[in-house]
């Protein structure tokens, strides 16, 4: 299960990435978007827990290097990592998951992949709601963000409807605390 390893790489990549960049933010005096950087590492982490549930081993990820920026340049980054991973990375990978049919958890991981691909979509559109904000020179106005524990959907306000893409109750968003 080669691209199970590489997606859980893929997204302790993001988590590692996403915490630099929520301390940059923070550095630069934009708060709310640290506070959405550090929404993303916790909702990566969901993918990586459903990710290491359908491989059942052992497995810890190889540590990468990646590149830092200035907050506009850092949300860039993740925002064209995030629709890579939903346009590139998890369509690939679910079709390789499609043909191996012998595998016994091979729904378990097909069902992780295409959460988190649609995830990655709401979290590319997050982004981008936040660089617009900064396109202007303004902070990005967030109060709140809650993630689905299932499957790592982010939105900024209560949900009141069952999850756009894993269809769980509303009851399990959480909102991400702040520091
Ligand atoms: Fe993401
Ligand atoms: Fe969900």
Redesign the pocket.
Known sequence: MEYLKKAINGETL?TQKYSVFAEIAKKEGFANIAYLFES?TV??KI?IKNHKNALDEDYKPENEDFTRGTTVENVKDAMDA?LW?NKKMYPSFIKEIKKDKKNPMQKVAQLSFEWARD??LT?HKALKIAMKYLEQGKEFDCSEIYICKVC?NLVFSKPTKICPICRHDPAFYFKVKRD
Do not use: K, R, S, T
């Open positions: 993001a993303l909702a990566e993918h995030e991973e995830v990655e979290h790592g």
